[in-house]
Each structure stands twice: as C-alpha cells, then as structure tokens.
C-alpha cells in the first residue's frame, strides 16, 4: 500500500531543499542524470503523492525534490531500495575511501553480507555504477572521494528533507490503480527488448504497464526508446531526442548504437 498523504504539521517540520541548487547525480547504468532537469520540467508542480516505481539510483528524483512541492514521495526499486535505505540512515557521515582495486575487492566482499557503507560505495567504485557483479571496477574519470562524499551528503539531505518512503515492490504489487489525479508517477522502466543489466527486460510485462497506464487516474509521465508497443498504445511521444549508449562493457546487447529516448504524459 502506498504511504499516506503527509500532514502539513509533518511538512511544517520539513527541512527545506535548496531549489537552486545542482541536483546531485549517481552513477548507474541507463540513468537520467543528464535528462534529469528536462524531465522534471515536464512535471507537474505540486500535487499529493509523487512516485517512482523504477527509482534506478534516484536521479530523476534528486532533481525533482529540489523544484518541486508535493506532500509526500515514495522510491521504489526491487534491486536499489537498500542502497536508498543505506542512503537514508547512512549516506550523512559514511567516509569515501580514494579509489583502488584494493578498496574495490573490500566493499565486494562486505557487499554480499549488506554491508551499509559497501552498498554506498558501489556506484563510486564499480565501472558506469554498474555494480560489483556486473560493471566490475573502474570509474578512474568519475568522482573523486571528495565529490563522492559531497554528493551523498546532498542526497542524504533531500531524503530527509522529503521523508521520503522507500520499498522494493513489484511494480505490479503497488496500487498504483488506487491513486488519483492529485498523485503523480514516474516512470523509467527496462527498456524493450534491452538488458541495461539494472533490470532484465525478460519477463517484464510491458504490455501490463500500457494497460495500466491508459486507465490510470493519476497523472504520468513514461520515458522510454522509440518501440511501436508504446507508439501503437500511446500515440506519439511528445519529446525525443537521439541518445548513445556505451553499454558494451556491462554485456548488453545494445553495445554504442545510438537510441530515441521519448516521452509520453497523460496530462
């Protein structure tokens, strides 16, 4: 069941996120950190519940908490929600190691039995935050300790800030149907026909998610490649833009050919 709409006493209590700030970014694999401003400008302002049922590393969401005014939000992922919850109780002190192959074969290790500050430091220490057991180490020319550390603290900030609800849902498992037009979704889900190794395409009922949205009661916004599934359902996206992947490294099939990341709302 999806949270409950905060009180404006609990809001009162809220720590204001700076707007004006740079949203902060995580690396992971087939995330909208660059995209996160766009999309958030196709969002609507303010409303009663904001959700995501596909956090991925929470980008989107960063960006969002800092422009936008709803009373309540919820992260969803059925593969990062401990990274959110290590984010959540964790992510305003955790030291960041410099970078080694060394500290890399440490935080695996400590990583299989849940360790905490070993979930946060895996988007810093693995290659594109592709994770210990599919993107290996690497990231020389991403953040440095320093950095890393900023943008946890940030990340930490606006968690609190927000009070934000983290599970690991199916998406099918949410009650979705349940929310009204004052509620709002968005969704960045595994792409058709792709593995980008944060989810797998296999087995995922895309048709379902269509169904759902076509009869959904509250306002969403999709992001997804050019597919005809979507374009047939949906119509016409109303943003596109030609966007290259360089996923060879994780093992996709999508290698460095270039895709149309598309948009479609329902408001």
């Known amino acids: 069941m999806l949270g409950v709409v905060a009180s404006m006493e609990a809001l009162a209590r809220q720590t204001p996120v700076k707007k004006t700030e740079k949203p902060p970014t995580i690396p992971y694999p087939g995330a909208k950190g660059r995209m996160a401003s766009t999309l958030v400008s196709f969002m609507p302002e303010s409303g009663g519940l904001y959700v995501e049922p596909f956090a991925g590393r929470g980008n989107v969401f960063f960006a969002a908490a800092q422009r936008l005014s709803f009373a309540s939000w919820q992260l969803n992922d059925i593969a990062t929600a401990p990274f959110f919850l290590a984010l959540q109780e964790h992510g305003g002190r955790v030291k960041v190691p410099e970078r080694s192959r060394e500290e890399y074969d440490r935080q695996k290790?400590?990583?299989?039995?849940?360790?905490?500050?070993?979930?946060?430091?895996?988007?810093?220490?693995?290659?594109?935050?592709?994770?210990?057991?599919?993107?290996?180490y690497g990231g020389a020319r991403s953040a440095t300790s320093t950095g890393y550390t900023n943008?946890?603290?940030?990340?930490?900030?606006?968690?609190?800030?927000?009070?934000?609800?983290?599970?690991?849902?199916?998406?099918?498992?949410?009650?979705?149907?349940?929310?009204?037009?004052?509620?709002?979704?968005?969704?960045?889900?595994?792409?058709?026909?792709?593995?980008?190794?944060?989810?797998?395409?296999?087995?995922?009922?895309?048709?379902?998610?269509?169904?759902?949205?076509?009869?959904?009661?509250?306002?969403?916004?999709?992001?997804?490649?050019k597919q005809p599934l979507y374009t047939k359902k949906?119509?016409?996206?109303?943003?596109?833009?030609?966007?290259?992947?360089?996923?060879?490294?994780?093992?996709t099939s999508l290698g460095t050919r270039s895709r149309v990341e598309c948009c479609w709302r329902n408001y």
């Open 151 to 225: 943008t946890l603290r940030k990340c930490n900030a606006i968690l609190k800030s927000t009070s934000a609800t983290v599970t690991s849902l199916d998406w099918r498992e949410m009650g979705l149907e349940s929310l009204t037009s004052d509620d709002f979704v968005f969704l960045d889900p595994p792409y058709y026909g792709a593995d980008v190794r944060a989810y797998t395409s296999v087995g995922f009922d895309h048709e379902k998610l269509v169904a759902t949205l076509q009869k959904a009661r509250f306002r969403w916004l999709l992001t997804e490649y």
């Open 109 to 136: 290790s400590r990583h299989k039995v849940g360790d905490p500050r070993a979930i946060l430091l895996e988007p810093y220490l693995t290659f594109s935050g592709g994770g210990y057991s599919k993107g290996g």
């Open 234 to 251: 949906l119509g016409r996206p109303f943003y596109e833009r030609e966007v290259q992947l360089a996923c060879s490294r994780l093992g």
